[in-house]
């Protein structure tokens, strides 16, 4: 990392591109991805060519700011122990005395906030494929997934890809029961989407009738 210490939170490019370069200079940068967020800064850079998503977080004495960074990292390093796909995946970490950064890969495709979520959340294929996601996530360790539109990428074949995983949890020996109790919760949101889908299609026929 260089020793340039740019403003965190400001929106102004310069800095955006110089906290970039502070973590790699081999990075560039292109978009700020989140622009209202509050501990993290998530910009899309480019790397030799390549879009990757950079995740950079000012050390801190701030323990939730600590906590939700490293639920991501263990994640992604369990996406890519159990090589999952549909996921974002791990590209290079860095850490020093000020910043701690993720590198991760970039999905291809269109955020579900930018289209009609209301419509989405509705449509019992969009369901079906949330469930496949969640189920592969389980399967893998994975839960806590924390549905936000912005966190699912849709591709031009209607491929769903999570790109965010700083609220999942990983099952390990010490936290058994609640990733049990998160894969519940999970499990939960996607029956309440699957109930609503089908009340709004009986709706639906009743007023087509």
Same mark, same amino acid.
């Given at each position: 990392?260089?020793d340039?210490?740019?403003?965190?939170?400001?929106?102004?490019?310069q800095?955006?591109?110089?906290?970039? +370069?502070?973590?790699? @200079?081999?990075?560039?940068?292109?978009?700020?991805?989140?622009?209202?967020?509050?501990?993290?800064?998530?910009l899309?850079?480019?790397?030799? =060519?390549?879009k990757?998503?950079?995740k950079?977080?000012?050390?801190?004495?701030?323990?939730?700011?600590?906590?939700?960074?490293?639920?991501?990292?263990?994640?992604?390093?369990?996406?890519?122990?159990?090589?999952?796909?549909?996921?974002?995946?791990?590209?290079?970490?860095?850490?020093?005395?000020?910043?701690?950064?993720?590198?991760k890969?970039?999905?291809?495709?269109?955020?579900?906030?930018?289209?009609?979520?209301?419509?989405?959340?509705?449509?019992?294929?969009?369901?079906?494929?949330?469930?496949?996601?969640?189920?592969?996530?389980?399967?893998? =360790?994975?839960?806590?997934?924390n549905f936000? @539109?912005?966190?699912?990428v849709?591709?031009?074949? =209607?491929?769903?890809?999570?790109?965010?995983?700083?609220?999942?949890?990983?099952?390990?020996?010490? =936290?058994?029961?609640?990733?049990?109790?998160?894969?519940?919760?999970?499990?939960?949101?996607?029956?309440r989407?699957?109930? +609503?889908? +089908?009340?709004?299609?009986?709706?639906?026929k009743?007023?087509?009738?």
């Amino acid at each position: 990392m260089s020793d340039v210490t740019p403003a965190f939170f400001s929106k102004e490019k310069q800095d955006l591109d110089a906290i970039t +370069r502070r973590i790699d @200079p081999s990075l560039k940068f292109i978009q700020d991805l989140h622009p209202d967020a509050t501990s993290c800064r998530t910009l899309l850079v480019d790397q030799n =060519g390549e879009k990757r998503i950079l995740k950079v977080r000012r050390i801190s004495q701030n323990m939730w700011d600590d906590t939700y960074f490293h639920f991501e990292i263990d994640a992604l390093r369990r996406v890519d122990e159990r090589k999952l796909n549909n996921v974002t995946h791990i590209v290079k970490y860095y850490k020093d005395d000020e910043y701690e950064a993720v590198l991760k890969t970039y999905a291809q495709g269109t955020p579900c906030n930018r289209m009609d979520i209301d419509k989405l959340l509705l449509d019992p294929d969009f369901i079906k494929r949330l469930d496949a996601l969640y189920l592969k996530l389980h399967l893998a =360790g994975i839960a806590k997934i924390n549905f936000l @539109p912005r966190k699912i990428v849709i591709s031009e074949d =209607g491929e769903l890809t999570l790109v965010d995983l700083s609220t999942c949890i990983v099952n390990t020996s010490y =936290g058994v029961q609640r990733y049990a109790q998160e894969m519940k919760d999970d499990s939960n949101f996607i029956t309440r989407l699957e109930r +609503r889908a +089908r009340r709004a299609a009986r709706r639906a026929k009743k007023s087509a009738a």
